[in-house]
């Protein structure tokens, strides 16, 4: 019997499990390796910072999803792969072996490499990954915002920091907010007229923003690169993503900043029984950015090459849009849409969004239960 494993539960491999109970895969053990019963929809988080939703409303359970599949869950995390030796090590020691393995294990901040930049960040910030971890404490700052009014310092001018920063403001009408963009202007990697879009929204909502990069962390301070100190009491390291570590030692063909190499089809270009899709992997055919719009996009096409490659025949190439819709979520149910070269923006921006976000959680969040993790 050939064996599947499933590393992570990112928003491909929630569609990949949510078609097992109606399309079993016959002659194959099943295996998902992810260390949180449920999967947090990064899309609706800086809802949930904003009060929109409660967590609950954000999430897919894996249980229901996952009864009936015959799929078999650990509630471990990836630790060491060698694909050589087709070898899975997990944090408890344990190892898996495998046939065929496609990794979806989601966006990760690597404290280590951001303490070597920042600093006091490992001590002091407040990091959005993992979700779950960010999901559990961003209450505690609400809470302590009842107190007394806080200076919070979203550090990151891409869309996550934007939409955080917009979020913050609304949730915490005394607080002072502070974005720090980098040596970059806010939302650089959008068109003149969106970036345009981004300051008002944020000068709307009366959020500093400084084009500077963070150098440190104290207690009560964000450390600039001009020699500055910035009042802080709450940081919120909103940075891109990095490559889990351990894919180095993992004998896969990388890329620059060290994600997995994939073709079209999803498959590394150094082995081919190992598949990846979402953050943990670039394309090395065209640029693709790593962002929740692509990671649910490659969903079915991801499951449909597995079944194919396990049934023996060949995987298909996937091409995704050349234009997606991009939506920025600004706080007081407010959005900007980006549409190509196209830009738009008001409270029916944040409605669309805002249905599309609950669209995906009912999609998946079945009603199903019965299954049990293995510990």
Known sequence: MKHLVLLGAGHAHIHMLSTLVGQPLAGVRVTLVAPYPRQLYSGMIPGFVAGYYALEDCVIALEPLLAGSGVTWLRQCVVGLDANTRTITLNDASRLTYDLVSINTGPVQDRQKLEQSIPGAQQHALFIRPIESFGVLWPRVVELAQSRALRVTVIGGGAAGVELACAVAHRLSNARVTLISGAASVGANYSQAVQARIQRALARRQITVLQDRATGLTADAVLLANGAQLACDVPILATGAQA????????????ASGFISVDASLRSTSHPQVFAAGDVCSRVDRAIARSGVYAVRAGVPLANNLRAVLAGAAP??????????????????????????????????????????????????GQRSGVRPTA
């Open 244 to 255: 889990p570590t351990w894919l180095q030692a993992s004998g896969l063909a990388l890329d």
């Open 316 to 365: 298909v190439a996937h091409q995704p849009p050349k234009q997606t819709l991009n939506l920025l979520s600004c706080g007081k149910r407010y959005a900007i849409g980006i549409w190509g070269c196209l830009s738009f923006e008001g409270q029916w921006v944040w409605w669309l969004k805002d249905r599309i976000d609950r669209g995906f959680i009912r999609r998946y969040a």
